[in-house]
């Protein structure tokens, strides 16, 4: 997949899931995707966003996975607050931190300055 294009699809996808502008998820910026953002609460939002975008998701964070110098994307993720403590135990918990992630990712994305 297009590095591109999975920005564009991402960006498309967070704010249609959100109903947020780009100045809107600012406060995703400042606070994380876990203060109770709209359509990324429960983890049949999060999860479903997840499947929908999961090639786009993985297309982002592998590119930010190198850029880090995680060894891939497992590795990067283990180190996510949500992952408490690394261990992939349960599906539903990983998708849900994957969701949370192109959430931030994008919110940073829209507002760089931020």
């Known amino acids: 997949m297009d590095y591109n294009y999975a920005v564009e699809m991402l960006v ?6 959100t109903g947020m502008s780009a100045r809107e998820l600012r406060d995703v910026c400042e606070h994380g995707a876990d203060y109770g953002v709209p359509g990324f609460t429960y983890y049949n939002e999060t999860c479903g966003f997840y499947k929908k975008y999961k090639e ?31 261990e992939v135990s349960d599906p539903d918990l ?16 829209l507002n760089p300055d931020y």
């Not at 498309?12 to 899931?17: I, N």
């Not at 998701?57 to 180190?79: R, S």
């Open 12 to 17: 498309k996808g967070v704010k249609k899931q």
């Open 56 to 86: 786009e998701i993985w297309e982002i964070a592998a590119e930010d996975a190198d850029q880090m110098g995680y060894k891939g994307v497992m590795d990067m993720v283990q180190h996510f607050g949500c992952m408490n403590g690394g």
């Open 94 to 109: 990983f998708e849900n931190c994957m969701a949370w992630y192109a959430l931030e990712w994008v919110a940073r994305y």
